[in-house]
């Protein structure tokens, strides 16, 4: 059965990023001034920080010169084909404040996009459910738009009933995880990331918007799952109002969902692929051998007895686990892992972390590589890396082997060698008498510290493939165990 479905589509992020200063606005013969210029310059500034790379000056904030910012309203005219004056004229701001997808127009999600997935049979799976829908008919819709690429692909798609999916679906609301957090109602319905490890593939539904079936109020589930699918597959957003991966959300449907172009393009990245016996992809559910690894994936082995990391943090309600440049992510009220390349899940981060902490009462968490360090709030890397030596380090310190933060005192400890110093958070300097011996302060651990986690009264560390748990108020280790249960091994 031929499946007669939608258009192109979606979003406008209103990541509001409190050290950005929009430029003055500047009105030029012709366009239409609005009644509300600060309002609709930070709309245009963070529409311009998410999908075209517009980047602050050093002191964090923008040149009011607006050279940058002049440039960038152009490259994104140019990119809808409106008149390139580099003014907020209405039809640009009209654009500004479509619903649309939150993928970049201009630059890599996650620095997978434009790849392809290596094989002609991918499996999806649906995790948690949008309120707005019953079960089966979201079941029925995802199918349907995955059935839209197969036809035109020779791809096939097979269900699976657990975590370990290609494509992972999922509607979910703000911070969710990914570090690209929606919005609320309207501005971006969706995102989804490039094939590749990990998180390559996942595509995210936001629940705060109204799905529906098509017709009434609301969205439709099928034309955003469409789109998001493209980029699941490779594809990137397209310039045509005509093509399914236009970036803004349209209301009206075509008679074929997908066009010439899109056809094209998928074709263009998957027709020399596709294998003998091949010729009819298909979506295939619910069979009992695929809940097999039969598809294997290239990532590291968190069962292994050998297991070691170099930082452990929480980061909001999950636990992040660093392991050069890997990273396994625990959610707390979750059963499964997600795994992969740092960068697919923090794009802005191509090396290792040696340590990391988070202190709650900021919901920042700090990510420290070598003598630098990243700050990270509400999913968000915020801003360019720091200096170490910003905590008061001496200037030999040029790097720490493990750091962790112990609320009820409010201090930060780093672990470097045989020692250790201790950081005042409310004062922000460091504690005098400092660097101290780890091996007197914190008799039975011995060797050099990996990593470490601070849990109610105890800190956690991590030595090697073991885990030495350390009672803060008997000053003594009081278990052992090994790293690699912490990844329910």
């Given at each position: ?310 930082a452990v943090s929480t980061l909001g309600d999950a636990t992040f686990f660093f392991r050069d440049r890997y990273l396994w992510i625990k959610h707390n009220e979750q059963s499964d892992i997600k795994e992969g390349p740092i960068s697919n899940f923090m794009p802005k981060i191509e090396t290792r972390i040696d340590a990391a902490f988070w202190i709650p009462r900021r919901s920042a968490a700090y990510l420290i590589h070598g003598s630098t360090f990243w700050t990270v709030r509400g999913s968000v890397i915020k801003g ?45 300097v460091m504690d005098f008498g400092f660097p101290r011996s780890i091996s007197e302060d914190f008799p039975g651990v011995n060797a050099t510290i990996n990593a470490a986690f601070y849990k109610e009264k105890f800190i956690y560390f991590f030595l090697g493939p073991h885990v030495y748990k ?20």
């Amino acid at each position: 059965m031929q499946v007669m479905l939608l258009p192109v589509w979606f979003r406008v992020l209103l990541l509001l990023d409190p050290g950005l200063t929009a430029p003055a606005l500047v009105l030029e013969g012709g366009s239409t001034p609005s009644p509300e210029p600060q309002l609709d310059l930070q709309l245009a500034t963070d529409y311009l920080h998410q999908y075209y790379n517009l980047q602050t000056d050093p002191s964090g904030r923008m040149r009011r010169s607006g050279l940058s910012f002049t440039s960038k309203v152009k490259d994104m005219q140019a990119f809808f084909g409106l008149n390139e004056t580099g003014v907020l004229d209405s039809d640009t701001l009209e654009v500004m404040r479509s619903p649309r997808c939150g993928v970049p127009d201009v630059e890599d999600f996650s620095q997978v996009q434009g790849t392809r997935w290596n094989k002609n049979i991918l499996s999806y799976s649906i995790g948690r459910y949008t309120r707005d829908l019953p079960l089966s008919t979201v079941d029925s819709l995802i199918q349907s738009a995955l059935a839209v690429w197969a036809r035109a692909s020779g791809l096939t798609f097979v269900r699976l009933h657990t975590s370990s999916a290609d494509i992972r679906v999922e509607f979910v609301t703000n911070a969710h995880g990914d570090f690209y957090p929606f919005d609320g109602p309207r501005g971006t319905l969706a995102h989804a990331f490039g094939p590749g490890l990990g998180a390559g593939g996942d595509t995210h539904f936001d629940d705060d918007e109204r799905w529906t079936a098509g017709g009434g109020s609301g969205f439709d589930l099928l034309m955003v799952a469409a789109h998001e699918f493209g980029h699941a597959l490779g594809l990137k957003h397209s310039r045509s109002p005509g093509s399914v991966m236009y970036p803004t959300y349209k209301m009206s449907r075509p008679s074929n969902l997908l066009s010439r172009e899109d056809e094209a393009n998928i074709q263009a990245l998957y027709s020399n692929q596709i294998l003998p016996g091949s010729t009819c992809p298909q979506i295939v559910r619910n069979v009992p051998w695929m809940s097999r690894p039969l598809f294997p994936r290239l990532m590291q082995d968190r069962c292994a007895p050998d297991l070691t990391f170099d930082a452990v943090s929480t980061l909001g309600d999950a636990t992040f686990f660093f392991r050069d440049r890997y990273l396994w992510i625990k959610h707390n009220e979750q059963s499964d892992i997600k795994e992969g390349p740092i960068s697919n899940f923090m794009p802005k981060i191509e090396t290792r972390i040696d340590a990391a902490f988070w202190i709650p009462r900021r919901s920042a968490a700090y990510l420290i590589h070598g003598s630098t360090f990243w700050t990270v709030r509400g999913s968000v890397i915020k801003g360019k890396p720091k200096a170490l030596s910003f905590f008061g380090f001496p200037a030999w310190v040029q790097s720490v082997e493990a750091a962790v933060h112990v609320v009820r005192t409010g201090r930060t400890l780093f672990f470097m060698q045989h020692i250790y110093w201790s950081y005042n958070e409310n004062r922000k300097v460091m504690d005098f008498g400092f660097p101290r011996s780890i091996s007197e302060d914190f008799p039975g651990v011995n060797a050099t510290i990996n990593a470490a986690f601070y849990k109610e009264k105890f800190i956690y560390f991590f030595l090697g493939p073991h885990v030495y748990k350390f009672d803060l108020t008997l000053k003594h280790v009081v278990g052992v165990e090994s790293s690699r249960s912490w990844l329910s091994c």
